[in-house]
């Protein structure tokens, strides 16, 4: 049971307490993932060469056109509006965008 007592049952949270291991777990996964898809957009612009190659920009849009419906989902689930159950989904989008942003660095980098 919850240390933190309710009185009025407007103030208890939608979907519970978020434990700190699941914060943390958080944190990390997000931060690995900004890391990543900052590294990807670099990338982009960067290599091979000046002017970067439009397939590689292109690319790197389509990871943060991905990122930004994620950034949504996670702001929603956040504010209550979403179930539950739509954590997967958010978490399983997030794997994807990881995928997708180590697939494009293995292309731009390729020699």
Not at 38 to 49: D, E, G, K, R
Not at 70 to 96: A, H, Q, S
């Amino acid at each position: 049971m919850s240390a933190i007592n309710y009185d009025d049952m407007a103030d208890k949270p939608l979907f519970g307490e978020a434990s700190p291991r699941h914060r943390m777990i958080h944190l990390f996964v997000g931060g690995l993932c900004i890391i990543l898809v900052l590294v990807t957009l670099i990338s982009a612009f960067v290599f091979p060469q000046w002017p970067p190659l439009g397939l590689n920009v292109y690319f790197a849009f389509c990871i943060v056109m991905i990122c930004g419906a994620n950034v949504i989902l996670m702001y929603w689930y956040r504010e209550g509006d979403l179930d539950p159950k739509f954590r997967t989904l958010i978490y399983y989008n997030t794997l994807c965008i990881l995928l997708l942003c180590i697939c494009a660095n293995c292309y731009m980098h390729k020699a």
